[in-house]
């Protein structure tokens, strides 16, 4: 028979500190990422910028600031300033997209939950360091609080508020994209059978109608999440 030892992750395992030396990993492997992608036939990179708590160390949340704070203190070390933290996380934003578009100029990114006008000031930096290298690549916003949206003028009325939070002209050019929801999350199921289809988050009519308004708002991409 197997048995398996479980051990915890040792401290070399823990998340990247935005200021480690060895950050450059992550910006060389994200080019790797994007020559697949490009060697592959494919648009681009889908850019997850939420915070699942994996890893360990100060950083367990790369973009969170507070939760940054907290881990510090509990672990007996002084917090950097925010402000150094901002302009360390722009820098490795701009790195990042620099080792992106060396081997894919073109490429597009889709950012998620969004570009940092609602989550927070880091996303913020990492955006805006990427926007001032991007070159001739395509940044898409994917507004993923487009989830539970319906009608046209939901969808109007959140991509309106995303770009009146953004106006540096750093975000000129920037796309607007937005998720949808085809099932929310929880324990309801996939109702396959016709007759059910009215038990489902959405009914295929409801589906439609949400993808059809989502393309009329956005740029030029809408993508799909399920959570069953």
Known sequence: FETTVRHDPAPEEANLDWFDLSWSVVADNSAVAAYVAKEGGLKGL????????????????PFNHDAYIRLAKEAGKTPRTFDECVAQVRK???????AVTAVYP???IVVIGDTGWAN???????????????????????????????????????????QG?????????????FGVWWDKPGPTGWHTEPKDFNKNYRSPERL?????NAFTVSDRYVWIYGGC
């Open 46 to 61: 889908f850019l997850d910028l939420e915070g699942y708590g994996g890893g360990l160390g100060l950083w367990r949340f």
């Open 92 to 98: 490795r934003g701009r790195e990042f997209m620099q």
């Open 106 to 108: 073109d490429i597009t």
């Open 120 to 162: 927070g000031p880091f996303v913020t930096a990492f955006v805006k360091g990427m926007l001032e290298v991007r070159g001739v690549a395509t940044i898409v916003d994917g507004i993923e609080q487009g989830y539970p949206l319906m009608t046209h003028g939901e969808f109007s009325q959140i991509r309106q508020s995303a």
């Open 165 to 177: 939070r953004q106006t540096s002209k750093l975000y000129e050019g920037m796309e607007y994209g």
């Open 208 to 212: 439609e109608h949400a993808l059809y």
